[in-house]
């Protein structure tokens, strides 16, 4: 603690400061980033406009990081940006906006489903997970459109499982018409929906 | 940590190869990473490969042999007996989760891969430990 108090009262933050915090998230030396993120932290809701700007850089890792950090900060501010990062290119700041708005519950539900349309493919993913554990039905709709036009196999089985955990009775015929699906995976999460869904559908998944 | 290890990632799915590369490259700082885009001679290129792996992730739902048959392949050999061997799944399947732990693998990590837990766990598995993170 008393080390901690010490490094912050040798470093004077300064906007300079502050923008040399934020190129040292570029390193590839994951020792320079993680020193540079604790001194960001301590700089708290000052650094914040300056990491909402850093992640919307090119760099993929300055981005990540960024989010990362600014998940830490207790700001209003990175709201908006945080949900603009769901539709990203870069699949690292999108799935650390996936967690990060996930833990705002069922606020971010509608949000996470607009995002299904807009997504990186291998973000997607992760948003389906989310709205599955979420537990609002406002999801289900999103997610059977989602289903029925999905190309990707790896969202198909898991907009299934989500389905399933969010005991969406109206899907069954949907989720029924991949029994024969192309991949084995799929396949399965219709057996055990339908399992999960038909058999017991009072059971807590 | 990661970038003085050898990895090699078998894999017939050009967007879980996707991303493993940026969780790999972008986010842990690996270097030396290789990825065979299907099963087939993989014991030829495996031995045809500049370094020897450190650990090798293999899918398990490939052609023409699928990651068993790798992993049997790997372990007939002295010079392969060894490398951490790690089963990258989907399958929530009990009868397959139960094979992978009975088959001799290190660990196995299931699919989708996530940012938030992928390092963590490959770190565990370079530390030595045997990493269970399916269904």
Known sequence: MAYRVMEKAMVMITPETISALIQALDSSDSLVRQNSGYMLLDAGTE???????????PSRRMCWEAARLLSRIDDPRWFAPMIEALSSDNILLGQVAVKTLAGFGRRVTLALSAALDTS???VR???IEALGTLGDFRAIRPLMMLLYNERNSTCRYLAIEALTKLHALEAVELIKSFSDDENHHVRERVQIALRRLLDDPSSPQ | MFKDFVFLYVEDDP???????????????VEALTMFHDSANFIERLRALPQKPDIILLDIHMKPDDGFALLKMLRRLPEFQYVRVIALTASVMNEEVEQLRTSGFDGAIAKPLSIHTFPD????????ETVWHIA
């Open chain 1, 47 to 57: 650094a914040v406009p300056a990491l909402i700007e850093a992640m919307r850089t």
């Open chain 1, 120 to 122: 990186h493919p291998l």
């Open chain 1, 125 to 127: 993913p992760h948003i």
């Open chain 2, 15 to 29: 967007l879980s190869r996707e991303v493993m590369n940026v969780i790999m490259r972008n986010a842990m700082g």
């Open chain 2, 121 to 128: 766990l490959m770190e565990r598995i370079l530390r030595g």
